[in-house]
């Protein structure tokens, strides 16, 4: 009985030793929080730096009911992916109404370009853009 007791003993000594030894797990980072910036026309000819997983909102003055709509540029290895299609908000409750369309993005690769969308009709693609907005995006890591 008493070998038991100077066993478990042991036991229970090496295991506490080994808990003690043991490296302490590392701390972990802070989540990185992605962020969604807002722009308007006012900001028209800024940069902006994003970071992997922010999103850019982009509110223009927009009517609809006239066939015009915010069309992007295409661009070659763009920095930034629309995200669905435009969300437009009208300012009044009349029909026909101009108010605010809002374009959404988000960062796909680390890089920078210019981002620049056309106030237009997309059944006269050779016309010229009644508005054209644009900024300039950085993505760092």
Known sequence: MKNMVKLFGCILLLSMLISACAPAAKPTEDPVIP????VT???QGKTFTLH????????LDSNPSTGYSWV??????PVLSQDGEPVFKSGSSQLG????TTLTFTTVHTGSQALTL???????????PLKTFSI???VAK
């Open 136 to 138: 300039n995006v950085t």
């Open 72 to 77: 992007v540029k295409s661009e070659d290895n």
């Open 97 to 100: 109404a101009p108010g605010i």
């Open 41 to 43: 026309e006012t900001d």
């Open 35 to 38: 962020m969604q910036y807002s």
């Open 118 to 128: 056309f106030y237009q009709r997309p059944f006269e693609k050779d016309a010229q």
């Open 52 to 59: 992997a997983g922010d999103s850019l909102a982009i509110g």
